[in-house]
């Protein structure tokens, strides 16, 4: 399902991410980790901006999406992002950890769920996801 990024991306065969996290220690880390595998990244501070980024046009195959962050929480933007028809994998990437908390981020649309920090071996296992749905 990750083909509508893909088409939209400048480099038809490069994988395109955004990361989406208010901190900016956990910004740094992510778009390191996407940098170490040569994926095309790109990082906002909050949901909104990440709806914004879309309204302008760009698309992308993977979204990382935290789940606590002011303006619009990770929550309320991947439900706007699908109400938008957006189909980029988006991965919520949260220290969140109590059932109730994940399956409401989950039910928000959410393709994948992994707990902070995120590592390169659970970022290669998001990517593999994309690449069996692609």
Do not use: W
Not at 5 to 19: C, E, I, Q
Not at 96 to 103: A, I, L, N, P, T
Not at 120 to 130: A, G, P, R, Y
């Amino acid at each position: 399902m990750a083909a509508q990024g893909r088409h939209g991306g400048r480099k038809s065969n490069k994988m395109t991410a955004l990361v989406v996290d208010d901190n900016i220690v956990n910004r740094a880390i992510h778009l390191r980790l996407l940098d170490n595998l040569s994926i095309e990244n790109e990082a906002v501070g909050n949901g909104k901006e990440a709806v914004d980024i879309h309204c302008s046009g760009k698309t992308f195959d993977l979204i990382l999406m935290d789940m606590d962050m002011p303006i619009m929480n990770g929550i309320e933007a991947t439900r706007k992002l699908r109400e938008m028809g957006i189909r980029s994998m988006i991965a919520g990437v949260s220290t969140r950890s109590m059932e109730q908390d994940v399956r409401e981020f989950i039910e928000a649309g959410l393709d994948d769920y992994q707990e902070k920090p995120l590592t390169m071996s659970k970022l290669i296992s998001i990517i593999h996801k994309i690449n069996g749905n692609g």
